[in-house]
Structures are given as C-alpha cells and as structure tokens.
C-alpha cells in the first residue's frame, strides 16, 4: 500500500534535502557568470572570435530549451532520477569543456552543460513544490534566490581569478569536484520524494517542436544582441522559424494526450500573470548584470574586477529581498503585496541609477541596492504563486515554465539592452568620436572598451561624457519597461496561499 504520507518530509530531511538543491542551483547559475570574464583568454588560446559569444549563448540557449522538458519528464518519472541525470550530465560536460581542444568542441561541450543545468535548476525548485505546503515555500525559494545572487557576485570573481593565476580551463574543472560532491549529497538525501502512479506517455512531437521553436528564437533574439540588425535576412529567418514553428506546437499540444506543456495552464490567469512578473523582473535583472559593470568600466576607465565589485550591492539585495518577501509571504498567506511592492520598486531604483553617476560610489550603489532587493521580492513569490494556481500534477510542469518564462526574459533582456546600446552609440557621436566602426562581439562590450581605450587623452574624456550620457538614456528606456511588469502585479488577483492543512495530496 502506498504510504499517503510520503510528500511530508520530516524537518531534518527537509532541511538536508535542501543543501542538495541549493548546491545544484548554484552550479548552474554559477556558470552564467563565470565564463564572462575568461572570454579573452579563450579567444587568444582558440585565436577564433567567430563563435566566442556562442560559448555563453550556447548554453543559455541550451538550458533554457532543457527546462520545460525536465518539468514534464519529472511529472511523469519522478523527480529524483532526473535531478541526478541533470547533474551527472553538468560534471561530465564541465570536464569535456576543461579538456577542448578548438571552439567548436568548447561551444558543444557547453550546450551539453546547459541541457544538464536546466534539469538542476528546473526539477530543484518542483522538488520543493512536492514537500513543503505553498504557505511555506516561499522561505524555502528565497534562498534559491540567494543562491543566484552569490553565483553571480562569485562567478566574475572566482573568474577573474582562476584565468589570471591559472587558467581558462579551471572555470569549468571546477565543477568536477562541485558536482560530483553535489551529486553524492543528492543521492544520499533525495529519498522518499513522491513518484508519479500515472502510466507515462511521452509527448515527442511537442518535444521536437518545442526544442525547435524555442532555439529559433533564442538564436534570433541572440543574433540581435550581437549586432545583427533586426530586418537582416538571418534574424526574420530565425524569427519567422519559431513563430511558425511554436504556433504548430501550439496546435499540438490542444489536441495531445499528455502534453508536453497543457495549454490549460494558460487559461490560469494567476499563474500567467505570475509568468509576466518574472519576465519582466528577470529582464531587468540579466540586463542590469550585464549592463552595469560595462557602464562603470567605461564611464570610470576601472578594471574588470572593481567592475565585478561594483555589481555587489545588487546581488547583495536579492537575498535580501527574497529572505524578507519569504518570510512575509509564509506569515500573511498573500504573496501579491511582496510582487507589487518589488514591482513598484523596480523602476524607481533603475531611474535613480540612470540619474546617478557610477563616481557617486554611494548613490550608485543604494539604487542599486534597491534594485537587487526589487527583484529578489518577486522571483520567489511569482514562482510560489503559480505553484499555488495549479494543481499537484501540473507542479512541475508550471515550475519549468515559470523557469522558461525567466530564462526567456533575462535572454531577451540581455538581447535588446545590448540592441539598443550599439543603436544608441551609432546615433551619438561615439562611433565618430572614437574613429572606428561599432561592431558588438556579443554582449561582453570589448569592441566598446577597445575603442575607448584606443583614443587619446582629451578624446577619452569626451568619449566617457559621451558614454554616460547614452547608459543614462539607457536606464531610462529599461525603467520604461520595468512598468509593464508593475501592470501585471497590479491585475493580479490577491490570493490567500494553500496551508499545510489544505495541502493537495
């Protein structure tokens, strides 16, 4: 007879399970940010420039590709093989990338490692769904929350250290022990966690039309981002691809027996606003991590570390802000008040960033301060009120899509800020001024840094009086659609969560 009681882990295993899952989270998010800095280093081993934005691109795209399937996968098998597939699959990329030998080899081995971080952090925050009661999670998804802002404070400075005193190739050994520690933690804890009794059916044509769709679009999107212009034949091409393509998996997946992703689910008009919410927040967030160590380098002529630095008051606040919306969120019931207020914050503290100067080191970094704990209020409470929405089979398929929803705005995010600063720089007379052509090399800004770097003295100084005048509008333009995340907190509907009581088993 199966044992009813199974999901309600005891405190102390709830509280090991826990390290395991964190652990996960942090390699995963860990290795968004670590790579950035060792780009220049890896290009002058593989003395190929063609593909080297493909070596963060690629596993962005990969993982982001990889979650809505885990979700699904660990709906119908069971969370707990998939989270040590998952994990499995990361360590032994991450020791193929430590050993390549050219670019190519690099960029498979690192789409190898996004597949096996999306099952990390996918199937982490259902685990979570699946043993503690709604009231309760948001505690629990706050310190996953903490775990991305230490990875992406960790990641550029371990980073920078390990390429300066090592080499390149410790970036990625470093998961070996990581992950195999990871992996031993998870198999020893994650036991007794709830296993589906539903026959699986697999729905592999909206898995190959999903896989499809989405790298289109994550590939055009990324295109962009890179400087190739919206009209230009190769990103229509990849657009027209995934709006043809996902209208397909669409029509799919309203007449599939087991759907890879229920429409159903987007009939649920909590759970789609919770996915507008982290959009935008994740849009927000992924830019400005990008964007504003470009903006003190350039504006401040500072070097890649303080640059690193300069991002610690921002991912200082996100555990800030998802500890304390965790806590509220367990005590009240109601997790619209901490979206909102996070909502309402965010483009009041991108605002002031614009208007303050990276020089004012205090003022910068209490707007900044204010963002990191802006977004921390919302990635936890919006993940919590779509598990909320839906129902306990549905829990891991609407965790994935929360996922894919934020992955897709930290991409899109990343995309049209770097868009629109070439943009920007070409109207100014930044190209001009610094005699020669703006070509983006992804989104690292080394074209930018190069040229700026390249100009003699009193051209510098206007160059950098230049370039704080276009970040400034910048910022604007990103507080501008900041908003659109504000309106979907303000139509949520304001929800009591489930309790423990009225858990559904």
């Known amino acids: 007879m199966t044992n009813l009681n199974q999901p309600d882990t005891p405190k102390p295993a709830i509280r090991s399970v826990l390290i395991a899952l964190m652990l996960a989270i942090f390699l995963g998010a860990l290795d968004q940010t670590i790579v950035a800095v060792s780009m220049p280093a890896i ?58 030998q050219s670019m190519e080899q690099l960029v498979l081995a690192r789409i190898f490692q996004g597949i096996g971080a999306g099952g990390m952090i996918s199937v982490s925050q259902a685990i979570i769904g699946d043993i503690v009661p709604p009231r309760e999670r948001g505690r629990y998804q706050g310190y996953f929350s903490s775990m991305y802002a230490v990875a992406s404070v960790a990641g550029p400075v371990l980073g920078g250290y390990m390429t300066e005193y090592l080499s390149w190739r410790w970036v990625f050994l470093i998961n070996l022990p990581l992950g195999l520690g990871a992996w031993l933690v998870a198999h020893r804890t994650l036991v007794g966690l709830p296993v589906p009794q539903r026959k699986p059916i697999i729905d592999y044509v909206g898995t190959l039309l999903m896989i499809i769709g989405l790298t289109a679009l994550l590939l055009g999107i990324t295109e962009v981002g890179q400087g190739h212009a919206w009209r230009s034949a190769e990103v229509l091409g990849l657009l027209a691809c995934s709006v043809v393509v996902l209208g397909l998996f669409v029509w799919h997946e309203r007449r599939a027996r087991e759907p890879l992703l229920p429409m159903h689910l987007f009939a649920n008009r909590n759970a789609v606003l919770c996915w507008c919410t982290i959009f935008f927040t994740s849009f927000q967030a992924i830019s400005l991590i990008v964007l504003m160590p470009l903006r003190f380098q350039s504006v401040t002529g500072a070097g890649a570390d303080s640059a690193a630095l300069h991002l610690l008051p921002l991912a200082i606040g996100l555990p800030i802000g998802a500890y304390f919306a965790g806590r509220r969120t367990s005590v009240t019931g109601r997790y619209k008040p901490m979206i909102l207020t996070g909502a309402v914050l965010m483009p009041v503290s991108i605002l002031g960033m614009a208007l303050s100067p990276p020089q004012a080191f205090v003022l910068s970094s209490l707007f900044m301060l204010l963002s990191g704990i802006a977004s921390g209020m919302q990635f936890p409470t919006s993940l919590v009120g779509t598990q909320n929405a839906v129902d306990q089979r549905d829990i891991g398929v609407a965790t994935s899509t929360t996922n894919l929803f934020r992955s897709l705005g930290g991409a899109v995010g990343v995309a049209m800020m770097s868009a629109l600063l070439l943009a920007l720089l070409q109207d100014s007379g930044f190209a001009h001024l610094a005699g020669s052509s703006m070509v983006a090399e992804g989104s690292s800004g080394n074209v930018l840094l190069d040229g700026l770097n390249a100009a003699p003295g009193e051209a510098q100084n206007a160059l950098r009086a230049e370039l704080l005048l276009t970040f400034r509008h910048l910022l604007m333009v990103s507080a501008a659609v900041s908003l659109l995340g504000l309106a979907a907190a303000i139509v949520m509907p304001n929800r009591v969560l489930r309790g423990r009581e009225d858990k559904v088993r």
């Open 43 to 100: 290009s002058a081993q593989f003395k190929d420039v063609s593909l080297l934005a493909w070596v963060i691109s690629g596993y962005m795209v990969a993982m982001t590709v990889a979650v809505p399937i885990y979700g699904k996968l660990g709906d119908l098998y069971g969370r707990r093989r998939l989270m040590l597939f998952g994990m499995g699959l990361f360590t032994l990329a991450s020791l193929f990338c430590g050993l390549a």
